[in-house]
Nanobody, 122 residues
């Protein structure tokens, strides 16, 4: 059974930092793109960042998080999202995802976690 389990969410003040982790199990994700999406109350799910297993392919970020968030992964089944300079508009449930191609469209990804809440207070 494939599972993606996120951790590291919480409440933080504006300007603070959080580091999200996602541990995938049930199969190998070594040659999968892994990424993060988020969904704020009343809004559609949106792409945050994605990272390939290929060393010649750069990570991709949403414009809204460029320069503040950094995605990384180990050489196995774990992906991280370092979030700095957090803003109240970053408040959302953050979902880990895995798929075979890099994309900003959620429909491209095959596996999803249950999500972790990130709340940024002003």
């Amino acid at each position: 059974q494939v599972q993606l389990v996120e951790s590291g969410g919480g409440l933080v003040q504006a300007g603070g930092s959080l580091r999200l982790s996602c541990a995938a199990s049930g199969r190998t994700f070594v040659k999968y793109v892994m990424g993060w999406f988020r969904q704020a109350p009343g809004k559609e799910r949106e792409f945050v960042a994605a990272v390939s297993w290929r060393s010649d392919e750069s990570p991709d970020y949403a414009d809204s998080v460029k320069g503040r968030f950094t995605i990384s992964r180990d050489n196995g089944n774990t992906v991280y999202l370092q979030m700095n300079s957090l803003k109240p508009e970053d408040t959302a449930v953050y979902y880990c995802t895995a798929g075979i191609a890099m994309s900003g469209r959620g429909s491209v990804y095959d596996y999803w976690g249950q999500g972790t809440q990130v709340t940024v207070s002003s």
